[in-house]
């Protein structure tokens, strides 16, 4: 992130007015920090190219500079945002244009293609509500793609969303600590249950289909 927003360091993005706001609200938001951490070069080197309309999101950030970068960008005083997928994770930060400067990632094994659904997250922040009419979604491809890597990719399901609920130890005896706590109220309201619970008609009917063929 930090290479290809220095290749643009010298483009500036903001008139006078934007890069006057842009210092102070980046200098209100460091003065929760003490003076010698103010002058940290992360904290400091990061001003120029903010002032210039372009930021930096990754999750290497200070958090408090990630959450200043956040803020100038919704406020629509960063033009280009240089970040990895930390920009679709949670965050409300929609975007004229995304642009994927590469489609393959590490994910801790070997080198693969972006799925459907991190293509979906990522590229469902191009086009800001109220204000485009469209979003607009840029590859850039630095090696060969199949076509049918691309289509899945591309027109691909988002991924499942699959609870990750765990009953341990711990956790009752936490409950446990709050008088009034109800420990099945808990379970039977959590994803985990619903997600139990729309299972359960085809789980009856495979019990059903199995017990006519044995009868």
């Known amino acids: ?112 293609w972006l799925s459907g659904g991190e293509y979906i997250q990522m590229s469902g922040r191009a086009g800001r509500r109220g204000l485009d009419d469209m979003g607009i979604t840029i590859l850039m491809l630095d090696e060969k793609m199949e076509p049918q890597v691309a289509k899945d990719m591309v027109k691909g399901n988002a991924d499942p969303l699959n609870s990750s609920f765990r009953l341990g130890y711990n956790m009752l005896l936490n409950l446990l600590l709050f008088e009034g706590a109800d420990p099945e109220f808990l379970i039977r309201r959590s994803f985990y249950q619903f997600q139990q619970d729309r299972q359960r008609p085809q789980l009856d009917a495979t019990i059903a289909a199995l017990e006519a063929e044995r009868a």
């Open 1 to 112: 992130c930090e290479a290809l927003a220095l290749q643009m360091s010298k483009v500036d993005f903001n008139n006078d007015d934007e890069r006057a706001n842009v210092e102070m609200i980046y200098s209100s938001a460091m003065e929760s920090l003490s003076a010698d951490d103010r002058q940290l070069p992360a904290v400091e080197g990061i001003l120029p190219l903010l002032k210039r309309g372009i930021g930096i999101h990754h999750s290497g950030l200070l958090p408090i500079i990630k959450e200043a970068t956040e803020i100038l960008f919704q406020e629509g005083l960063i033009k280009c945002l240089c970040a990895t997928e930390t920009f679709s994770m949670g965050l409300n930060m929609p975007a004229k244009t995304v642009v994927f400067t590469g489609v393959r990632k590490f994910d801790g094994e070997t080198f693969r």
